[in-house]
């Protein structure tokens, strides 16, 4: 086997696409793999008609492009805990559990019994891999406005050393030129949504559940079907008026009640993770970090002010709104990121 080959994570979008050719450029033998995902139900990543574009596309480069079967996987890692987590009252990041679970451990696993050898693994996340002496470590994406090291943190190291990310010292504006260049027919192709979850009642397996919508001193206000319809910090489509506008503070699911409030009320002054993963030592007590709790809220500071048992709470230099337990806190320390965890609750003032 070449040590110069690698596994492509391939979409069919213009991210992979370029991913594909600067690695054959740069002497990668390279195998594009797709994650076929959609369960009998349609639940799932992708779009009708992908699987036939991307065959197109790899067969328009000249590369070795084949379809793997991921459902199973996906439905374990992606669709369950999708289901259990927001019928708890937490809101999942479904593309935060497939990347380890599914698109950087299943999907080479299948290549790999298929025949196809490689040496490395790549996809076009707008991320970096850089090192801590001989450890890898996860880095943020030159473009911020899409980087994507949010959704990769819980990437084991051992997998990390083999992740090639050649977009992330690139910006989507110079990568879409390089597609229009080569004369890739999807050089202007809409970037895709990660994540379809379809009917969401229908993967939930609820129907109707009607509940009260209270104030935080627990005057009623109205009421829903369901509190797995809501997520902390929305604010349309609540269905109660109000003197000022309102806000979902927290989601009590043994009583199926949507507790609102207003701007202030909804604000967090820090949370609580679990499940973390680290690349080196969690980050000690009073330490001051970087941090961000969504994937498109800007990183902010932040300091750490206890850690036991797999769990780690950090106090916001500033509240935060929409904190929402079940995503994650991801904390960096400059470009680097340290690791992260799932928000368990979040801390309010005086808490």
């Known amino acids: 086997m070449t040590k110069k080959s690698v596994l492509v994570g391939f979409s069919g979008g213009v991210d992979s696409a370029v991913t594909a050719l600067l690695l054959r450029e740069r002497g990668?033998?390279?195998?594009?793999?797709?994650?076929?995902?959609?369960?009998?139900?349609?639940?799932?990543?992708?779009?009708?008609?992908?699987?036939?574009?991307?065959?197109?596309?790899?067969?328009?480069?000249?590369?070795?492009?084949?379809?793997?079967?991921?459902?199973?996987?996906?439905?374990?890692?992606?669709?369950?805990?999708?289901?259990?987590?927001?019928?708890?009252?937490?809101?999942?990041?479904?593309?935060?559990?497939?990347?380890?679970?599914?698109?950087?451990?299943?999907?080479p696993a299948l290549a790999r019994e298929a025949g196809w050898e490689f040496a490395r693994i790549a996809t076009g996340h707008y991320a970096r891999i850089g090192r801590d002496g001989d450890r890898p470590?996860?880095?943020?994406?030159?473009?911020?406005?899409?980087?994507?090291?949010?959704?990769?943190?819980?990437?084991?190291?051992?997998?990390?050393?083999?992740?090639?990310?050649?977009?992330?010292?690139?910006?989507?504006?110079?990568?879409?030129?390089?597609?229009?260049?080569?004369?890739?027919?999807?050089?202007?192709?809409?970037?895709?949504?990660?994540?379809?979850?379809?009917?969401y009642a229908e993967l939930l397996c609820q129907g109707e559940a009607k509940g009260d919508i209270v104030l935080t001193d627990g005057r009623v206000l109205g009421h829903h079907q369901g509190f797995w319809n809501f997520t902390p910090g929305q604010r349309k489509g609540l269905g109660v008026a109000y003197t000022e506008p309102l806000y979902v503070v927290r989601l009590e699911p043994v009583a199926n009640r949507v507790v609102v409030g207003t701007w202030a009320e909804a604000l967090a002054h820090g949370c609580v993770i679990r499940e973390t993963v680290w690349s080196g030592n969690p980050p000690e007590v009073g330490r001051e970090v970087m941090g961000r709790v969504r994937s498109a809220q800007a990183i902010r500071p932040m300091t750490v002010?206890?850690?036991?048992?797999?769990?780690?709470?950090?106090?916001?230099?500033?509240?935060?709104?929409?904190?929402?337990?079940?995503?994650?806190?991801?904390?960096?320390?400059?470009?680097?990121?340290?690791?992260?965890?799932?928000?368990?609750?979040?801390?309010?003032?005086?808490?």
């Open 28 to 107: 990668y033998v390279v195998h594009c793999a797709m994650m076929s995902v959609k369960d009998e139900s349609g639940h799932g990543c992708g779009a009708a008609g992908d699987v036939d574009a991307a065959a197109r596309l790899a067969a328009s480069l000249d590369l070795p492009f084949r379809v793997f079967d991921c459902s199973a996987d996906y439905r374990k890692a992606v669709l369950d805990n999708f289901r259990d987590e927001y019928l708890a009252g937490r809101t999942p990041n479904p593309c935060v559990q497939c990347n380890p679970g599914v698109k950087f451990t299943a999907l």
């Open 305 to 351: 002010v206890s850690s036991s048992d797999g769990n780690l709470e950090v106090h916001f230099a500033d509240p935060i709104h929409g904190v929402a337990p079940g995503q994650s806190l991801v904390l960096y320390d400059g470009e680097i990121v340290l690791g992260g965890g799932i928000i368990e609750t979040s801390v309010r003032e005086g808490e």
């Open 137 to 199: 470590v996860l880095m943020r994406g030159v473009d911020r406005t899409k980087d994507q090291s949010y959704f990769l943190y819980r990437i084991p190291s051992d997998v990390l050393a083999m992740v090639e990310f050649p977009l992330g010292e690139m910006d989507k504006k110079a990568v879409r030129e390089i597609a229009r260049e080569r004369g890739l027919e999807n050089f202007d192709k809409p970037d895709s949504q990660d994540f379809s979850g379809g009917d």
